[in-house]
Every structure is written in structure tokens, then in C-alpha cells.
T-cell receptor, first 113, second 111 residues
Framework: NAGVTQTPKFQVLKTGQSMTLQCAQD?????MSWYRQDPGMGLRLIHY???????DQGEVPNGYNVSRSTTEDFPLRLLSAAPSQTSVYFC????????????FGPGTRLLVL | GNSVTQMEGPVTLSEEAFLTINCTYT??????LFWYVQYPGEGLQLLLK?????DKGSNKGFEATYRKETTSFHLEKGSVQVSDSAVYFC??????????FGQGTTLQVKP
């Protein structure tokens, strides 16, 4: 099992550009989520999904879109990148909810100039 | 909504010292509580968890007890090692199933 994979590992964007951060898991987990990690702020929940076709907002959803067309994939889209979105992004998955052990990907470091 | 407050770091200890990292939470219903650890350059991994009041989670010499009366889940270890240097995150998951993290506490253990 590859577990949770994220691509790319590192990305530089210019303000206003759009991009998609990819996340995939091969554990047949229903629950997937996206976090951003900023110094002194811990991890903040952006969006989460409890299954294919079902997504919901977390603590900091503005500027981000998600969709869940398959169980395996949960991409995060930045619609128009801003410097405030410079961060490290982590994807995580678990069997059915946040109450179970979360398995994290290695992260994507994003720099918006 | 649910929230978590951790003691601020960084925490610097000598090897074999006793460790406590404080964590308090606010949540409705019957939340589950977690400690996750992040080693340098890596993603987070579960350290321990507790799912109901008075449960004690333990792993790798670390312990934390779910205290509903004080809404706390403090992390302890009797004798830290250099290899324990990492960032530690307390987290709570309530009735909605969302997992909310604290701000993290950096631990540095010196030989």
C-alpha cells in the first residue's frame, strides 16, 4: 500500500494563478480531509469529505474548492492564488470520520509570490 | 465549534527529564481526543488517543488521560530521549466527525 500520496511536493505560483493539489489514498477510506499548516497556527481544516460525492467546509475554506468523484481521490483547487495561501498543505484519510486514526500524506509546500 | 488550546512552546528539556505538554479542549457531546506527532520534514502520525472519559491512551512511553471534568488531555512522558524531539499536536473530534488541531508544541531534547 502506498498510503496517502500528495503531488506536487513543492510548487511556486504567482498571485492570481490557479492550481490543483492532488491527494490519493489506496486504503479504501471514506473520510478524507485537507489541512494547511502555518507557523504558530497548527493545522487548520480547509475542507473534508465523508464519502464520494459529499464534501463540507472546515475552518478556513475561502479561496479553495474541492470535489470527491471517487473514493480514492480528493483534489484541492486554488481558484486564484494569493500570498496568504503560502503554506504547507496536508491531506489525510481515515476509515469513516475524524474520530478514527488519520493517515497523513507527506505534504505539499506552496509558495505564492 | 470545537477548539483546542495547547501550551506554547518551544519546550527544551535535557535527556531523561520529565515531560508534560498541556492540552485543553472545548467540544459538545462526547469527543474523541488525540495526540499526533510530527518529526522534522514529515507528515503527522498518531501518537495516542482516548475515546471516552477517564480513558488513558499510551504509546512509546507517552501517556495522556481523558479528563472530562477539566476538559483536558495532557501529554506526559517520564524520561524523554533526543529522538522524541518533534512537534506535538493535540486534537479533538466531536459529533460532526471533524478533527480540529491545536497550534502544536515544539519539543527539543538535548543530550
Amino acid at each position: 500500500n502506498a498510503g496517502v500520496t500528495q503531488t506536487p511536493k513543492f510548487q511556486v505560483l504567482k498571485t492570481g494563478q490557479s492550481m490543483t493539489l492532488q491527494c490519493a489514498q489506496d486504503m479504501n477510506h471514506e473520510y478524507m480531509s485537507w489541512y494547511r499548516q502555518d507557523p504558530g497556527m497548527g493545522l487548520r481544516l480547509i475542507h473534508y469529505s465523508v464519502g464520494a460525492g459529499i464534501t463540507d467546509q472546515g475552518e478556513v475554506p475561502n479561496g479553495y474548492n474541492v470535489s470527491r468523484s471517487t473514493t480514492e481521490d480528493f483534489p484541492l483547487r486554488l481558484l486564484s492564488a494569493a500570498p496568504s495561501q503560502t503554506s504547507v498543505y496536508f491531506c489525510a484519510s481515515s476509515y469513516s470520520s475524524g474520530k478514527e486514526t488519520q493517515y497523513f500524506g507527506p505534504g505539499t509546500r506552496l509558495l505564492v509570490l | 465549534g470545537n477548539s483546542v488550546t495547547q501550551m506554547e512552546g518551544p519546550v527544551t528539556l535535557s535527556e531523561e527529564a520529565f515531560l508534560t505538554i498541556n492540552c485543553t479542549y472545548t467540544a459538545t457531546g462526547y469527543p474523541s481526543l488525540f495526540w499526533y506527532v510530527q518529526y522534522p520534514g514529515e507528515g503527522l502520525q498518531l501518537l495516542l488517543k482516548a475515546t471516552k472519559a477517564d480513558d488513558k491512551g499510551s504509546n512509546k512511553g507517552f501517556e495522556a488521560t481523558y479528563r472530562k471534568e477539566t476538559t483536558s488531555f495532557h501529554l506526559e512522558k517520564g524520561s524523554v530521549q533526543v529522538s522524541d524531539s518533534a512537534v506535538y499536536f493535540c486534537a479533538v473530534s466531536g459529533n460532526t466527525g471533524k478533527l480540529i488541531f491545536g497550534q502544536g508544541t515544539t519539543l527539543q531534547v538535548k543530550p
